[in-house]
């Protein structure tokens, strides 16, 4: 069967119609390149073709006429704009949302329900079965498992992740890593030798409800930046906040950003390392979505272009295993005391799924298993993306992520989708509201979906129950 970069030809055909439909160059009621065209361009056969056009058919996207090809099918199947560059006022902010996003966290794990509010990938996306034989070999032939790990991490990991790093262009040096409890607790440290109580820190707006969580337990303000759904933070507000407060660190998401899933411009990037590195403000980069682009073109990092004063972030939560909890922070400048904060908390990370995640990488799995995944999550963010088109409310506007797996979808003015968060959970439809995105009070009319899960009858049957819910808001019932 042909195959290419770890993906079936038939599946790679659908993703070129569904990115066409994507970028509005193929219409409803429009005809899809015929089947000799499309074999003869991919130089695949006629029967690799009709397989992709017969699948998308069973999904519902297109329909076959007799004699004359096949037609995207449903005329309510549209490109739908971008939401608007945020505007949030530009000032410390305190955070007091954490009430909300505790509800949110309740319904993670839930198997009964349709669970599109937690950023993870499904249980049945990622290859759990394989990691859960590796951890028992890398268990039985390590008699010293059950130990308190080295200080800094399981030294082999902390190899394969600098391995890793190189693809993107990234060059580390492994005595400068720490291997943390996932992402969040990478964070938390960061934070922790930056900041007091009090104190200011930047954020994307949007931004991840995680940071806002970790700055409200620390007591620090957030001040909130523009932000375009397609290039990142206003750099010119950027600037302006630099030079008017006493900030302590600017937090970014450099690749497919949660919630907006742009990737920076590389040219902004050039530009945030100087403007932070002029001012004097630490970057705490976060990459935890990196390694998912949907085109298979790994973006480089901010780290990459000052290595003094960036901090960088990311965990494998995102891409092969939430449940283990490993993630990474690495700084050249601030190591010693994220050494010393590490050691006089949680001390180490557990050993066994460090040892089961080393080996992973170095058989060449992790690099196979991306492959996979990230053509799921491009698959699946063009299902969503045209679900959303074809059952959510006229006005309607979504992001168009090049990677990740995270959709950002803004309803009409007047739709509170605090109030669809609740009545969908009552159904076991459990969405992000998008309120939890700020420490201001904005994003009342938007949500955040989680698109790496399977897609099935079930999971477009809630994307349909939640357009109808946003519908009933609109005509107020």
């Keep these: 069967m042909d195959r290419k970069e770890g993906k079936y030809l038939y599946e790679e055909i659908q993703d070129i119609i569904l990115e066409l439909v994507k970028k509005g160059e193929l219409k409803a009621g429009e005809k899809v390149p015929s089947l000799r065209s499309m074999s003869k361009k991919l130089n695949t056969s006629v029967t690799t073709v009709m397989k992709a056009y017969m699948e998308l058919e069973r999904k519902g996207f297109l329909e076959s006429r007799p004699k004359s090809g096949y037609f995207l099918k449903d005329a309510e199947v549209k490109t739908l704009p971008l939401p608007d560059a945020t505007t949030p006022i530009p000032e410390p902010n305190p955070v007091s949302k954490f009430d909300l996003v505790l509800q949110l966290y309740y319904s993670m794990g839930s198997r009964d329900s349709v669970c599109l509010n937690v950023a993870e990938p499904h249980f049945e996306l990622v290859p759990s079965d394989e990691l859960a034989r590796i951890m028992k070999k890398a268990i039985s032939s390590t008699p010293n498992h059950n130990a308190y790990e080295f200080m800094g991490g399981q030294p082999e990991l902390k190899r394969q992740i600098a391995y890793h790093m190189l693809s993107y262009n990234t060059r580390v040096q492994p005595d400068r890593m720490m291997i943390t409890n996932g992402s969040s607790e990478a964070l938390f440290i960061a934070l922790t030798i930056l900041a007091r109580p009090g104190d200011s820190v930047i954020v994307e707006s949007p931004c991840f409800f995680g940071y806002l969580n970790t700055l409200h337990a ?155 995944f990230r053509n799921v999550c491009a698959s699946n963010v063009s299902l969503f993306s045209m679900a959303i088109s074809k059952y959510f409310p006229e006005g309607t506007r979504i992001t168009r992520p090049k990677g990740g797996f995270i959709l950002w979808v803004e309803l009409p003015k007047g739709v509170d989708t605090l109030n669809i968060y609740r009545r969908a959970a009552h159904e076991r439809i459990h969405i992000a509201p998008g309120t939890i995105f700020s420490s201001q009070d904005r994003y009342s009319n938007c949500m955040r979906l989680n698109c790496a899960v399977p897609w099935n009858e079930r999971t477009e049957s809630a994307l349909k129950r939640l357009g109808e819910l946003g519908k009933a808001e609109i005509a107020g019932k």
Excluded at 225 to 248: C, F, W
Excluded at 255 to 279: A, Q, T, W
Excluded at 329 to 339: A, D, G
């Design 218 to 372: 620390l007591g620090i303000y957030a001040l909130e930046i523009p932000t375009h759904p397609d290039k990142g933070m206003d750099l010119d507000a950027l600037e302006q906040s630099l030079n008017r407060y006493d900030v302590k660190a600017c937090i970014t998401q450099t690749n497919f950003n949660n919630p907006l899933g742009y990737s920076i411009p590389p040219e902004n990037r050039d530009r945030i390392v100087e403007m932070c590195s002029k001012s004097g403000v630490p970057i705490i980069e976060e990459d935890i979505y990196g390694d998912l682009p949907h085109d298979g073109k790994r973006p480089d990092t901010l780290l990459s272009r000052d290595y003094d004063n960036v901090i960088y972030i990311s965990s494998f939560s995102k891409t092969l295993a939430p449940g283990y909890r490993v993630g990474w922070l690495y700084s050249e400048r601030y190591y010693t005391p994220i050494f010393r904060y590490k050691t006089s908390t949680t001390v180490d990370t557990v050993r066994p799924t460090q040892l089961a995640i080393a080996e992973f990488m170095a058989s060449g799995k992790y690099a196979r298993h991306l492959e996979k």
